[in-house]
């Protein structure tokens, strides 16, 4: 790949329903450059992988596993959070048995490259078998996606060094919440001592650039901009994938960031008039690391890859 011109990082404060900024390409600092805030004490440095969409052709599977290898020996996190469409699709109407195993095969051999790694994943629209023969195979829809992430449900919550970390299911009616999981997700907000740094992840954007460009974004972006401002002492960023851009939006101290996509095109290469290879629009095919510091600050760095 072609050496890639550093960046800004896209800081959008107030961003107002009608009245969106696009998003440049976030800064490409290394963690040797970036030395955080000063007086600030690092709390865990944590990997952002997503949109993965892993499948047999274009070497996907050898050019996924040297991708992981370079997050582990560039940045050594403390651990991965995966952002959903781990195998390339299981929802379309005409997708068989036979490649839903293949492709989850693949990937449970790639993630043999970081298996002294933890690994919290959420579910992407792709993942799931929907045309399996009935509603009662063992293969059909998101609980079969839950076992074969080694997840504990659809949607769950962790704490690590005082940093709690919520994980979303927005596959659902109009890209949302159900009911149930809205339910749950005001509970472990409001179980949470006060100032407790909290990151959110769904696969779907809730704010942002990039569903005005392309779609795809949480339609109670509303009502959940809401409930993180009622928690605003403790809600501090929220991630996603789906668009495949890169993206940074600040509203209400939250920082939203859609991660652009470890596939970029879909591991193909490229949008004909596209800055470089395997770009999709104006995003280059990456991952980011994000610095989560004790008092709550976040950093996070979208790197383009060139495998």
Known sequence: ????????????????????????????????EKQGP???KLALSVAHITDVHIREGDNAPTRF???????????????????GDS??????????????IQQWEIWDDCMKSMANYELHSCIGNH???????????????????????KIPNRYYSFTKKNWHFIILDGNNKDISLDPEQYEWLEKDLEKLPAGTPTLLMSHYPILGTTQVL????????????????????KVKVCLSGHNHLSDHTSYNGVLYCCNGAMSGFWWGKGDAESAGPGYYLETPPGYAMLKLYEDGTVENDYYPHSF
């Open 38 to 40: 000063k007086g600030k």
């Open 214 to 233: 392309v779609g795809g974004g949480h339609s109670d972006c509303k009502k959940l901009k809401d409930l993180f401002y009622k928690h605003r002492d």
């Open 87 to 100: 195998i390339n699709d299981a929802s379309y109407d005409n997708v068989k048995y036979e490649q839903v």
């Open 65 to 83: 596993k040297q991708c992981l290898n370079q997050i582990i020996t560039k940045h050594k996190p403390d651990f991965f959070l995966n952002g």
């Open 127 to 149: 993942d799931p078998w929907w045309k399996a023969p009935s509603k009662d195979h063992e293969m059909y829809g998101k609980n079969y996606v839950v076992k074969r992430l």
């Open 1 to 32: 790949m072609t050496q890639l011109k550093r960046r800004s990082l896209l800081k959008v404060a107030g961003l107002a329903l009608g009245a969106v900024a696009a998003g440049a390409l976030p800064a490409l600092a290394s963690n040797s």
